[in-house]
C-alpha cells in the first residue's frame, strides 16, 4: 500500500509560479512510476505530466510542455511538479498518483488514467488573471 500527499498548492497571479510535491510512504515507491493529474470544477481529470520509476523519461501533456517539470528524489520519496508561467486556465486540483505495473513506460497510453493504482488528496492551484 502506498500513501500519497500533496503539498504546495496556493493562490498565484498569472505568470507566476509555484512547486508541487508529493510525499509517499512505502518502500517500493522508487519502483512506481508517478505522474500529475488535474481536475477543474466541472471536467474530467486531465493528465499533466509523468515520470518513470529512475527519472530518466517524462512525459508531458502539450498544454503544460515547456512550462512544467516533473522530478523525483527516491531517497526522500517525493515527487515534484514545477510550474512556471502559469495561466488562468491551469487552476485545478492536481493530483500525483502512482503506477505501480509500469515503471519504465513513458506513451500516450500512460496519460489515461487506468494503471494508477493509487492517488492523493489533491492540492487547489488557483492562477488569477
Known amino acids: 500500500q502506498v500513501q500519497l500527499i500533496e503539498s504546495g498548492g496556493g493562490l498565484v497571479q498569472a505568470g507566476g509560479s509555484l512547486r508541487l510535491s508529493c510525499a509517499a510512504s512505502?518502500?517500493?515507491?522508487?519502483?512506481?512510476?508517478m505522474a500529475w493529474f488535474r481536475q477543474a470544477p466541472g471536467t474530467e481529470r486531465d493528465f499533466v505530466a509523468r515520470?518513470?520509476?529512475?527519472?530518466?523519461?517524462?512525459y508531458y501533456a502539450e498544454s503544460v510542455k515547456g512550462r512544467f517539470t516533473i522530478s523525483r528524489d527516491n531517497a526522500k520519496n517525493t515527487v515534484y511538479l514545477q510550474m512556471n508561467s502559469l495561466k488562468p486556465e491551469d487552476t485545478a486540483a492536481y493530483y500525483c498518483?502512482?503506477?505501480?505495473?509500469?515503471?519504465?513506460?513513458?506513451?500516450?497510453?500512460?496519460?489515461?488514467?487506468?494503471?494508477?493504482?493509487?492517488w492523493g488528496q489533491g492540492t487547489q492551484v488557483t492562477v488569477s488573471s
Open positions: 512505502g518502500r517500493t515507491f522508487s519502483g512506481y512510476a
Open positions: 515520470i518513470t520509476w529512475s527519472g530518466g523519461s517524462t
Open positions: 498518483a502512482a503506477d505501480p505495473s509500469r515503471p519504465y513506460s513513458i506513451s500516450r497510453i500512460t496519460a489515461a488514467l487506468t494503471g494508477y493504482d493509487y
